[in-house]
C-alpha cells in the first residue's frame, strides 16, 4: 500500500510529538509531508502543490489567521479531495454535538478530542485514530473515482451536445437557446411545440444533458409509433402473470428512465389511459405497473414534444385538460425555419460541411445567389428539408452549388424551369409581334441574367458567355442590365 501523505497542523510542540507517537503505533503507513504550525502556511503550501496531501490532521485553535472552520473551508477549496481530521481540546469533558457538526459541515471528515495532557504517549486511542486516516484515505480514493468516472462521463456528455449543437444564430434561436440553459437546471415538466422538422428532438437532448441528470438515462419515446395496445405495458410496465404472455416481469420505460430524463415525443398521440397514469407519475412520481396491486415511486423528469394544437385536443377532448397544464409547466416553442430566414446560410453551410466529412467528399462551393433561392422557398419540411437538401447536394459530388443545382435539390426545377419557358414563350405572342432587334433584346436580357444569376462576378459571366469584360459591360448597360 502506498504511504498515506498527511499534513499536520500543530501550534503547540507537545501535541505535535503526541500525534507523531500516535502514529508510529503503525509503523510506515504514513508519511508527514508538511508540518505547519499556522493555517496561512498551510493553505499556501497546498496551493502550491495540492496532490501532495491526502489527509490533514488539523488542531481547531492555532495561532496566525486562519483557524477553525474558516481553515477547513479554505482547504477544502484548495483540493475538495482533500480529508480533514481535526483534533480539538475544546470539547473536552462534554458531548457538544453541534460542535461537531459546525466542523463536518464546514467539510471536516471526522473530528476527536485531544487526551488530556498528562497522557504524553497518545493524542488520542491510537487504533481509532489510525483507523479513522485509514477511512478518511479511503474516501478520497472514492472521491477520486467518482470525479475521474464523472470526468469520462462529462466527455460522453461533450460529444452528445457536439453532435446535437444547436445551429443559427437568428434573435429567435438565441431565445430559445437562452430558455435551454435556463429551464435545463429546472425538474419541471417540459412542453416543446413547433412545427415538423423544427429541432424539437433536439432541445430535448439539450435539456437533459445540459441537466444535473445528465448522467443519467435519456430515454426517448415516440407516442405515436408504439402500437395502441402496447402503449401502457411498454412505459409502465407489467408483472409476471399480468395476462396471457407475460412470462416475466417487464420493466416499462419510465423505471428505465429513473432519476433520468423520459421524452415523450409526439405526445398528443397518448391514448386517454395513459393520459391518466402518465398524470399520476407527474403528480406523486407513481406507476401503476399493469397486475401490480402496490405502487413503485420514480423519479424522472418529464419532457414532452408535440407539432400539433395541444389546446385544440383539449377543447375536442382528445387530450386530458389536467395533463396538458401538468406538462405544460415550462412551454417552449421551436420556431419555424420560414420566421428566421437569417439562419438558412449558416445551417445550409452546417450541414454540407457536416456531409462533405462524413462521406469523404470535397465541399462544394455556393455560388451567393443560391442562397436568395434558399430563403425565398417555403421550406415546409422545416430544418429536417434543409438538412436533406444539403445532404443530396453533397452526395451528387458537384464542386460548386449553382441555382439549377439548388432547384434541382430542392425538388422545383421543374417549376423554374417551366417559369424559364414561359417568358421565352411571351416573345412569341401573335398580337405583339417584336422586330429581330426587339427579340435579341428579350432573348440577350433573360440569358445574360441566367448566367450571371449562376456565376460569382462579372469576369465569370463575360467569361461564360465568351466575350470580353469590356463588351459584356457596353452590353449590360445597352440591355438595362446595369
Ligand atoms: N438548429 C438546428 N441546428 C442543427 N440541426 C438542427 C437544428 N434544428 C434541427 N436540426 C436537425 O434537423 C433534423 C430535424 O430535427 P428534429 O428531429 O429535432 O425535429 P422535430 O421538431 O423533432 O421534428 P418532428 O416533429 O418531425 O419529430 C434533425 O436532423 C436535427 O438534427
Ligand atoms: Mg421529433
Known sequence: MKKIKLMLIEDEEFDKIRVEKTLQTIPNKFEISHFVSD???????????????DVVIMDFQIAGGIMGEALIKRIKEVNSLIQIIVISKMTMNITDFDFANSLISAGAF????????????????????????????????????????????????????EKSRIIGSSSKINELKEEIEKYAVSKASVLITGPSGSGKELVATALH??????????????????PFELIESELFGYEKGAFTG?????????EQADKGTIFLDEVGELPLAAQAKLLRVLEAGEIEKIGRTGK??????????????????????????DLYYRLNIIPISVPNLKDRTEDIQEL???????????????????????YGVLNNHKWEGNIRELNSVAQRIVLSRVDVVDIITIYKALGTFEIEANQISKDFKNVFDSKNILS???????????????????????????????????????????????
Do not use: M
Open 209 to 226: 444533458y445540459k441537466s444535473e441528470r445528465k448522467f443519467e438515462n435519456f430515454i426517448t419515446v415516440n407516442c405515436s409509433s408504439i
Open 39 to 53: 493555517g496561512r502556511t498551510a493553505i499556501e503550501k497546498l496551493k502550491n502543490n495540492p496532490n501532495s496531501v
Open 296 to 321: 413503485s415511486i420514480v423519479d424522472v423528469r418529464v419532457i414532452a414534444a408535440t407539432n400539433k394544437d395541444l389546446k385544440q385536443g383539449v377543447d375536442d377532448k382528445k387530450f386530458r385538460a
Open 110 to 161: 471526522w473530528y476527536c478530542t485531544k487526551y488530556p495532557a498528562d497522557i504524553r504517549e497518545y493524542i488520542y486511542q491510537p487504533t481509532d485514530f489510525i483507523l479513522s486516516i485509514f477511512n478518511a484515505y479511503e474516501k478520497k480514493l472514492l472521491e477520486e473515482e467518482k470525479v475521474n468516472s464523472n470526468i469520462k462521463l462529462q466527455i460522453g456528455v461533450d460529444r452528445v451536445l
Open 348 to 370: 445550409f453551410d452546417f450541414f454540407l460541411e457536416k456531409y462533405s466529412k462524413s462521406h469523404g467528399i470535397n465541399k462544394p462551393k455556393v455560388l451567393k445567389d443560391v
Open 246 to 254: 407475460a412470462d416475466k416481469n417487464k420493466k416499462g420505460l419510465f
Open 436 to 482: 429581330l432587334k426587339e427579340f435579341k433584346k428579350v432573348i440577350y436580357t433573360e440569358y445574360i441574367k441566367f448566367v450571371k444569376n449562376n456565376s460569382e462576378s462579372d469576369a465569370e459571366t463575360a467569361k461564360k458567355l465568351g466575350i470580353a469584360q469590356s463588351n459584356f459591360h457596353r452590353l449590360c448597360v445597352e440591355l438595362g442590365l446595369k
